[in-house]
């Protein structure tokens, strides 16, 4: 397998994020950053910012002022181009004639010309030192916009839960993924390979196809399950946390209303975000949060836990 130094994976980060990386690039960059948490933050922030001017921004066309304002620089150098490669030829035809003396000519054509050149390199400079600095203003307001807008919106799990699923970027920047034959496999991979021990879910009329692990927010690693409903060609993705992990001050928070109404294993909570319905529960010492394409309702009537060989003896015996 490749192995990446600390420059060789941050040289990669601009092509990992836009997933213009190649496979055997990709595989060794994520097994890099497992061992380096500085350029796992670099790459988690990047891929953030990425997605957020995705879904929270439209793209624009520069003002009319700023075309004509880039044209006109384009057309200076043009222009100073022209004007000094008159001034070369002249000199150049001059100096095969014996009757003139062509290095007097060439520098009276250049001290004609200097005083015009002289004043139209710094205009164009200055040009193009106005044009950055916009650029520059536009960014800073952009990114405090950003932050602004983050900070009151961004910092929910049902919100990004949400933009994982519109963007798919829980998958491509998945650190493994696994497809078990069952759900007891399903256990065994998820204690195995992340120490989690959830009460899975089943979803009726679908199945479990895969498993992901990925980074949910900031660092924080979790698995996804991915289940497909073959009949509708329809997926529902269900982000599993830890309870513990949301005591952690750099980790998301839940959905106040969420957390007061998701107590007993009956317990659902359905948030609508941009027309989305983001569905919540609580099993146990494990958080739910699952997205979809369906109405919140409909999909709470289609999930029900995985029930232990003695719950399923109880129930039985019930019946």
């Known amino acids: 397998m490749k192995k990446l130094t600390k420059k060789e994976a941050i040289q990669l980060l601009p092509l990992i994020v836009d997933n213009e990386a190649s496979e055997e690039d990709k595989i060794a960059f994520f097994k890099y950053i497992q061992t380096d948490p500085k350029v796992k933050k670099k790459y988690e922030s990047l891929l953030f910012v990425k997605q957020l001017l995705k879904t929270k921004y439209s793209r624009e066309s520069a003002p009319d002022r700023l075309k004509k304002k880039i044209s006109g620089i384009i057309e200076d150098m043009e222009w100073e181009k022209e004007q000094e490669s008159k001034v070369d030829n002249s000199t150049t035809n001059l100096g095969n004639s014996g009757s003139f003396n062509a290095n ?61 699923f519109t963007t798919g970027s829980h998958i491509e920047a998945s650190l493994a993924s696994y497809q078990p034959a069952s759900l007891d496999h399903a256990s065994q991979l998820l204690q195995e390979r992340m120490a989690y021990s959830p009460r899975l879910p089943k979803i009726k009329g679908a199945s479990l196809r895969s498993i992901v692990q990925t980074t949910f927010f900031d660092g924080h690693t ?3 399950f991915e289940f497909y409903q073959s009949g509708i060609d329809e997926t529902i993705h269900i982000f599993a946390f830890k309870m513990g992990e949301f005591d952690d001050p750099g980790m998301v ?51 029900e836990p995985t029930l232990s060989e003695d719950e399923q003896k109880t129930r039985n015996s019930s019946w």
């Open 104 to 164: 007097k000519f060439e520098n009276q054509s250049k001290d004609s010309s200097s005083p015009l050149l002289k004043l139209l390199k710094p205009a164009r400079y200055l040009a193009a030192a106005s044009v950055i600095f916009i650029f520059s203003l536009l960014t800073i307001e952009l990114l405090e916009k950003m932050s602004g807008e983050r900070l009151y919106n961004q910092q929910s799990v049902e919100r990004v839960a949400l933009n994982h």
């Open 222 to 224: 979790i698995p996804v």
């Open 253 to 303: 928070v839940r959905d106040p209303e969420a957390v007061k109404s998701c107590k007993g294993y009956d317990d659902f909570h359905i948030k609508e975000i941009n027309g989305k319905h983001v569905v919540s529960w609580k099993w146990g010492d494990y958080w739910y949060t699952a997205v979809s394409n369906h109405n919140g309702t409909d999909l709470i009537a289609l999930v």
